[in-house]
């Protein structure tokens, strides 16, 4: 296929572009470059002839016009996102010009083009998207395809917004959709802002290390890489105005993760003392939700996925990366507002 990737710079995007072009997929990376995003997590795949790269916005609709005209893409996978709940909460308006403008700039532009096509059925418009529009689950239950949207941040109501036009534009003109909402992810290349590779970068500089609130908040989590698999199959085989959740099945509290990442720590880079003496527990983020956790069956009997590690093999997998990878993580701890405490209301 030849598939249009929007978000291919940032960090899932990344993991489905290198994954995509590994199976002999044509990619057009089609990234704004905006502080989240970095070239070099697709540099394994930059020299393929498979693997092209544009730089443009998603809120401009001519040049997303321009794109599809150029390229003709059979399918779409629809990525770029401002994705920072802790950002959503100090500027918001970006989230809603990008994730919900934008991703109506991205159905008109694959209509207009699926329309000059001749409407083929074979065409895809694959919607990604999180568990986090559901809102928050008490200390039982899951969140299944059918659970009713309750988003409680500036970032998740954005992303709800924006899986609703998708849904819109099959029930309305038919363009042949696919929708995933997925837990959280962690793993190599992920922008030193969130949870996980803050906990390992600032271990490795002998900094607190900040756990909201109680640390009991709870999430599920998915190696990064499970999830562009699961991806890649939700667009050859997922079936067309379908939604699929996909999680890790892999639940943890904050707590209980960052103790996890010290543990590793302690072992393969060991300090003077065990870095959860590090622990620091921090001011809760504004309408932080207590609980996610998805019920993944639909993804699992209909098309036979399952994640391929676990959450201690992939940490293991993820710290080491980090030791591994100074070169990448150091120069992204300068960019904008990186190791400042955002999101405070
Ligand atoms: P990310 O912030 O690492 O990457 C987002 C990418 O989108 C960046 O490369 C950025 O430059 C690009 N982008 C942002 N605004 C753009 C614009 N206006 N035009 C073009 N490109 C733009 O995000 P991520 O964590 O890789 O998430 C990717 C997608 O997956 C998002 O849609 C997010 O909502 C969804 N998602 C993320 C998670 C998670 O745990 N990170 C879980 C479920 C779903």
Redo the contacts with the bound molecule.
């Keep these: 296929m030849k598939i249009l990737i ?10 489905v572009v290198r994954l995509a072009v590994s199976r002999g997929h044509e990619v057009i990376n ?9 070239l070099a ?1 697709v540099a394994p795949v930059a020299d393929s002839p498979l693997y092209s790269f544009e730089q ?5 609709p001519s040049a997303l016009a321009e794109i599809f005209a150029r390229y003709q893409p059979d399918a779409v996978m ?7 709940v802790d950002r959503s909460i100090d500027g918001p308006r ?1 989230f809603i ?3 919900v403008m ?1 991703t109506f700039n991205m159905l008109e532009a694959a209509r207009d083009h699926w329309n000059v096509q001749g409407r083929p059925e074979t065409f895809r418009f694959h919607h ?5 529009v559901y809102g928050t689950l008490g200390a039982t239950g899951q969140f299944t395809e059918d659970t009713p949207y309750k988003p409680n941040s500036p ?1 998740s109501a954005s ?1 709800a917004g ?1 899986d609703h036009l998708v849904r819109a534009w099959h029930e309305t003109y038919g363009l042949p959709i696919v929708l ?7 793993g190599p ?3 030193p802002e ?1 949870l996980i590779p803050v906990i390992i970068l600032n271990a490795l500089e002998g900094k607190p290390l900040p756990v909201y609130g109680d640390g009991l908040n709870v999430r599920d989590w ?1 190696y ?1 890489e499970d ?1 562009a698999d699961a991806l890649l199959l939700v667009l050859e085989k997922g079936t067309i105005g379908r939604s699929y959740n ?1 999680g890790g099945e892999n639940e943890r509290s904050n707590l209980e993760l960052v103790r996890t990442i010290c543990d590793i720590l302690d072992r393969l880079r060991p300090g003077a003392a065990p870095y959860a003496d590090l622990i620091s527990f921090v001011k809760d983020r504004p309408g932080h939700d207590a609980r996610y956790a998805i019920d993944p069956t639909r993804i699992r009997e209909e098309l036979g996925w399952r994640p391929s590690v676990t959450v201690e093999e992939g940490l293991e997998r993820t710290v080491c990366w980090y030791l591994e990878n100074e070169d990448w993580w150091r120069p992204m701890l300068g960019r904008h507002g990186v190791g400042e405490r955002l999101g405070k209301a």
């Design positions: 929007t978000g291919g710079a940032g960090f899932i995007g990344s993991a089609l990234d704004a470059m905006t502080y989240a995003a970095c997590n443009a916005d998603i809120r401009d629809h990525l770029a996102a401002e994705s920072h970006t010009e990008t994730n934008g990604i998207s999180t568990d986090e970032y992303k924006s995933t909402n997925c837990s959280n992810n962690y290349y992920h922008f969130k998915l990064v999830h996909i």
